[in-house]
């Protein structure tokens, strides 16, 4: 019995270190993207007013959180405020590709963890983010977690399996229709094969492409 025991035990690691390491939208707690939520639920967040609802519903798709940043500062949010309110609603940031105003605009992360984030380039999983960046917040529980929600790491399309795009359907990127399309097109070989082939799902909304383009890479 205390070798079966044995067995499952090793077996659950295994399938958990799996889980983590094919997950590229960091794990979730919560966060909301604004451009892929409900009005109601962008209603509910702090100091959001119906002038700013709309506001953000005229600019989707917002394709970087210093943009949504700047929209909101012209609506007269102020700079604490704004913290707090992307503790709730941010635009996900690219590990690999994401630009320090962006890394800074993640509440509590500032100039140590920006340094943090891009010494450890490239990032190919959540399993090398826990490991990195939890020896920098080891005494701060939670802390690994709360920072990879912010994040992602671009899936590659002409290699991702399906189980890992799927981790990007809270964003409106992993679900089963882009999954189909993204296998659909392989072999990619240009971000205007891209355009053009997902452009043809999209055309009512042309910046729809340039988010998408913002969650993949060709290598």
């Given at each position: 019995m205390s070798t079966l025991k044995s067995f499952i035990s090793a077996a659950a690691i295994i399938a958990v270190s799996a889980s983590t390491s094919s997950a590229q939208l960091g794990r979730q707690q919560g966060l909301v993207d604004p451009n892929f939520v409900a009005d109601s639920t962008l209603s509910a967040l702090p100091y959001m007013t119906p002038a700013i609802v709309q506001a953000i519903k005229d600019a989707r798709p917002?394709?970087?959180?210093?943009?949504?940043?700047?929209?909101?500062?012209?609506?007269?949010?102020?700079?604490?405020?704004?913290d707090s309110l992307y503790r709730k609603m941010f635009i996900h940031?690219?590990?690999?590709?994401?630009?320090?105003?962006?890394?800074?605009?993640?509440?509590?992360?500032?100039?140590?963890?920006l340094r943090e984030f891009k010494e450890y380039r490239p990032w190919t999983s959540y399993a090398q983010f826990t490991r990195e960046i939890g020896k920098y917040v080891r005494n701060t529980p939670g802390e690994v977690e709360r920072l990879e929600?912010?994040?992602?790491?671009?899936?590659?399309?002409?290699?991702?399996?399906?189980?890992?795009?799927?981790?990007?359907?809270?964003?409106?990127?992993?679900?089963?229709?882009?999954?189909?399309?993204?296998?659909?097109?392989r072999p990619w070989t240009s971000k205007e094969q891209f355009e053009r082939e997902i452009g043809k799902y999209v055309r009512n909304n042309p910046k729809e492409v340039q988010r998408l383009w913002r969650y993949v890479v060709i290598k």
């Open positions: 917002i394709l970087s959180v210093v943009t949504l940043d700047s929209l909101l500062e012209a609506q007269k949010v102020g700079k604490a405020q704004r940031v690219d590990l690999n590709r994401g630009t320090d105003a962006e890394f800074l605009l993640i509440p509590g992360a500032g100039q140590r963890m929600q912010y994040t992602f790491i671009a899936i590659e399309l002409n290699t991702f399996a399906d189980s890992t795009l799927a981790t990007f359907a809270p964003i409106g990127v992993g679900t089963r229709r882009w999954i189909r399309e993204f296998n659909e097109y």
